[in-house]
T-cell receptor, first 110, second 114 residues
Framework: LAKTTQPISMDSYEGQEVNITCSHNNIATNDYITWYQQFPSQGPRFIIQGYKTKVTNEVASLFIPADRKSSTLSLPRVSLSDTAVYYCLVGVLGYQKVTFGIGTKLQVIP | NAGVTQTPKFRVLKTGQSMTLLCAQDMNHEYMYWYRQDPGMGLRLIHYSVGEGTTAKGEVPDGYNVSRLKKQNFLLGLESAAPSQTSVYFC?????????????FGPGTRLTVL
């Protein structure tokens, strides 16, 4: 299983762009990179998934460099409602080879 | 669609008591999962199922049993609860495609074992 490392916590002001980087040096060829968001007292929610280069959806963008040893989740113009824990996962769920780390706790400040 | 629902939302047990947590999904998903979440530990996989009638062990299966008699339901049982099983339990489901990692999570069950 690929080990992931991400900051434990981050603070950001409302309206700023937030970038959360995850390191995964031993990522395997078949592994995907997936990000989840979890609000207090709720289950995690899928945000975005990618394999290489850049992926964008209505919520976030995911940047993956060519060597795939890291990835960056970008949240544009955060609001207070984006305060949550963000998890970086590396692997393939279909093979039961994905683990959740402790995540990054993002606090958005007014 | 209700998505993934979990019953009960809260429960307090005494050491040695047994209980069953129920997870139900109405999305016709093949895969279902049980996780536990402890402070500072992230989510850890307890058991999972790749289809009706099948179950398999995850990362931390000891002290738990599961059953998937119907495709839409996944039950997690604690035969003899211990204080170490105090945790928040999440159920999740997903479709079958191997390379897509989107799971749908339930709201969680907060279990306290005294």
């Amino acid at each position: 299983l690929a080990k992931t490392t991400q900051p434990i916590s981050m603070d950001s002001y409302e309206g700023q762009e937030v970038n959360i980087t995850c390191s995964h040096n031993n990522i395997a060829t078949n592994d995907y990179i997936t990000w989840y968001q979890q609000f207090p007292s709720q289950g995690p929610r899928f945000i975005i998934q990618g394999y290489k280069t850049k992926v964008t959806n209505e919520v976030a963008s995911l940047f993956i460099p060519a060597d795939r040893k890291s990835s960056t989740l970008s949240l544009p113009r955060v609001s207070l409602s984006d305060t949550a824990v963000y998890y970086c996962l590396v692997g393939v769920l279909g093979y039961q080879k994905v683990t959740f780390g402790i995540g990054t706790k993002l606090q958005v400040i007014p | 669609n209700a998505g993934v629902t979990q019953t009960p939302k809260f429960r307090v047990l005494k050491t040695g008591q047994s209980m069953t947590l129920l997870c139900a999904q109405d999305m016709n998903h093949e895969y279902m999962y049980w996780y536990r979440q402890d402070p500072g530990m992230g989510l850890r996989l307890i058991h999972y199922s790749v289809g009706e009638g099948t179950t398999a062990k995850g990362e931390v299966p000891d002290g738990y049993n599961v059953s998937r008699l119907k495709k839409q339901n996944f039950l997690l049982g604690l035969e003899s609860a211990a204080p170490s099983q105090t945790s928040v339990y999440f159920c999740a489901s997903r479709e079958a495609p191997q390379a897509y990692n989107e799971q749908f999570f339930g709201p969680g069950t907060r279990l306290t074992v005294l």
